[in-house]
């Protein structure tokens, strides 16, 4: 049809609508930047979430908001404010009464009821039930003494629920009677949903006959129980954060507005059984409010109630918990406290999370979020970028990053391609020979050019000799104290790195070494923190590079060590570490052995030793030389470059 015409372009109208919430790559490189920089791998990640990708904001950022406006929330008023009306009250209708009372002069019983109001208790809750008998001479005294229980009756069962306001207006005793049994068949609901009963019809049926009652309309029984006790339990913690007069006063008062009616037995019913259903809840602990305005029944409850909501959203936030994880933050919460745009911030930090392991880049276990074999790999590449950032390829034998590398050396010349054969192609004469063909049949030279097995050609390539390679890498805390940990991970890494993908044929291994050694994972080597057990056993270290090397006998053997000490243990005859510091003449001949061990073996022995320590120097100066290697001290920012340009060097050795 002619008339419909499209145009597409660029979107101009603000961020893109389409694109993903959150750049899953570059956070995945963040994550390697600071595990590269000497953080723990689990950290790394934590940190990520809480600090938010460069592009956006993280839990931290939700969380301080949130200490914010629990911090107003603080200063929002005085918690003692339904006594302080009730005495208010009291005041003013003594003072009305007293005024009526002046006016009859001749009248003897009002000099007697003026002789009553003199000697009340001073505490407001005995002086309003003194008051309860008193047959008040003004309306006006007697409206105000009224407004005390009324009032305070009304906020505490409005408190509980919040459909009960029209109830309560006007005394109106067919009301009062449906809210008694709307309590009794509460009651009921939730003794058999504490005993375990199947209560799913029996709630639908008491909101249909009471839902009026509950504007918030809960789903189910976990709803209805949940709003019911975060009431309840806000009211308890009201008796508990005043002081014991106040507190005195305050269940005095209540006692009183309550009546002797079946009210108050079945309010203390139902915060037992919600007690009994939510026991997790802060019950008991009070709260120190401070500001300028004395909040009443309702508002001290709901300023508290607030605080709870705000406790429980800093609890999710803070994912201090073992096994936290975003999902455990309510957003709907978030967005009832801290608005749209917070709640919209825990959704892209969910989206990111799901994404990273959709995209197979974290994987999630017990202990929470770590990379994959994938994020590892682009990790290592990131190391290895980094190891050779300042290098010229001249400069370094040519190590190209951006090429995988073949199983051999390239010799110049090419070969017809069989099948089977794993040589890289040779693009630029296997395209010449489809040109040639073509034209050799009648065809023209123009594009595309259709290729035909005949036509492909080979690189030949010289076998390269392979190489087995122990990286022995020191774990001792003076790595993390002194700012090299981020560095030897970075290192080792890289050298993995380039193992996997530019020599294939190779065999390392990954020795870490403090009071013991053990071989490490690519993975392992990402997470590993910091120990704070004392000791550097190196000999442990070298005997693992020993039985390494012994299982390649046809690879050339390079064994590589990296430390910021001298030997302050070693292995005894059962096995287990014997760590002294300063060094023990036995330690140092245990070491020895097994470097001797690998001297006959044919190992070329380079050590990098890091930091100025003497007594460090002198050990490793006199393995050199016992074992005919070489001693790098470079500064800890080049030890990847020395460390992997001295592998590509001694692997092209003989025995």
């Known amino acids: 049809m002619t008339g419909n015409r499209f145009r597409y372009g660029a979107w ?36 990520l979430l809480r600090q938010g990708p460069r592009d956006g904001r993280g839990l931290d950022d939700l969380y301080a908001r949130a200490r914010r406006m629990r911090r107003d929330a603080l200063r929002r008023g005085n918690l003692d404010g339904a006594v302080t009306r009730a005495q208010q009250l009291l005041d003013q209708a003594l003072a009305a009464e007293r005024e009526e009372l002046a006016r009859r002069e001749d009248d003897d019983n009002a000099r007697f009821a003026e002789a009553m109001l003199d000697n009340l208790p001073r505490s407001t809750a005995q002086a309003v039930q003194e008051l309860s008998e008193y047959q008040w001479a003004s309306d006006e005294a007697r409206q105000s003494y009224q407004q005390i229980l009324d009032g305070l009756r009304r906020e505490v069962v409005e408190q509980r629920f919040a459909g009960m306001k029209q109830a309560l207006q006007g005394n109106d005793p067919a009301a009062e009677a449906r809210m008694s049994a709307m309590l009794n068949d509460l009651n009921d609901l939730l003794a058999r949903h504490s005993r375990g009963e199947d209560t799913e019809d029996a709630f639908q049926q008491f909101m249909e006959r009471h839902g009026d009652f509950f504007p918030e309309q809960p789903a189910n029984m976990d709803e209805l129980v949940d709003s019911l006790a975060r009431r309840a339990a806000a009211a308890e913690r009201l008796m508990r954060s005043l002081s014991p007069q106040q507190r005195e006063e305050l269940a005095q008062l209540m006692e009183q507005a309550l009546g002797d009616g079946p009210l108050r037995g079945q309010l203390g019913e139902l915060t037992d059984n919600l007690r009994a259903l939510r026991p997790g809840l802060n019950w008991g602990r009070g709260e120190r409010m401070r500001g300028g305005e004395d909040l009443g029944y309702g508002d001290a409850t709901a300023a508290l109630g607030e605080l709870a909501d705000l406790d429980d959203l ?124 073509r034209s050799s049949r009648g065809g023209t030279a123009t594009l595309p050019v259709r290729l035909q097995p005949e036509d492909f050609e080979v690189a030949e390539t010289e076998r390269r000799a392979s190489a087995v390679v122990a990286l022995c890498v020191d774990l001792s805390y003076s790595m993390f104290a002194d700012g090299r940990w981020g560095p030897m991970k970075q290192t080792a890494l890289a050298l993995s790195h380039l193992v996997a993908t530019q020599f294939p044929q190779d065999s390392l291994q990954i020795i870490g070494f403090g009071r013991y050694a053990q071989t490490l994972s690519q993975a392992e080597l990402a997470g590993i923190e910091p120990d704070m057990v004392q000791g550097t056993n190196l000999q442990h270290a070298l005997k693992l590079a020993n039985r390494h090397l012994r299982r390649h006998p046809g690879s050339e053997p390079v064994v590589l060590v990296v430390t910021d000490g001298e030997p302050t243990a070693h292995l005894d005859d059962d096995g287990e570490a014997y760590f002294m510091w300063p060094t023990l003449p036995e330690t140092v001949q245990a070491t020895v052995r097994e470097v001797d061990q690998l001297t006959r073996y044919g190992a070329t022995l380079n050590l990098f030793m890091l930091g100025e320590d003497e007594g460090l120097r002198r050990f490793v100066d006199a393995v050199a030389k016992r074992s005919g290697g070489r001693v790098f001290s470079p500064d800890v920012e080049d030890l990847g470059r020395y460390v992997v340009d001295d592998y590509v060097r001694s692997r092209r050795g003989r025995r």
């Open 12 to 47: 101009r109208d603000g961020p893109d609508p389409l694109a993903a919430p959150y750049d899953v790559r570059g956070a995945v490189d963040e994550v390697g930047e600071r595990v590269l920089a000497g953080e723990s791998l689990r950290d790394a990640l934590r940190e």
């Open 314 to 437: 800093l609890e999710q936030l803070g994912q201090q918990h073992p096994g936290a994880t975003l999902d455990d933050i309510d957003v709907q919460a978030v967005e009832r406290q801290l608005g749209r745009s917070a709640a919209d911030d825990v959704r892209r930090l969910r989206e990111l999370e799901r994404e990273l392991r959709r995209q197979g880049w974290v994987t999630r276990d017990d202990e929470g979020l770590t990379l994959s074999a994938k994020a590892l790999r682009r990790l290592g590449r990131t190391a290895l970028a980094k190891v050779f950032s300042d290098l010229t390829a001249k400069q370094r034998g040519e190590h190209d990053l951006r090429d995988a590398g073949a199983a051999g050396d390239l010799t110049g010349s090419s070969r017809r391609w069989i099948f089977g054969d794993e040589q890289p192609l040779d693009v630029v004469r296997t395209i010449g020979n489809a040109v040639r063909r």
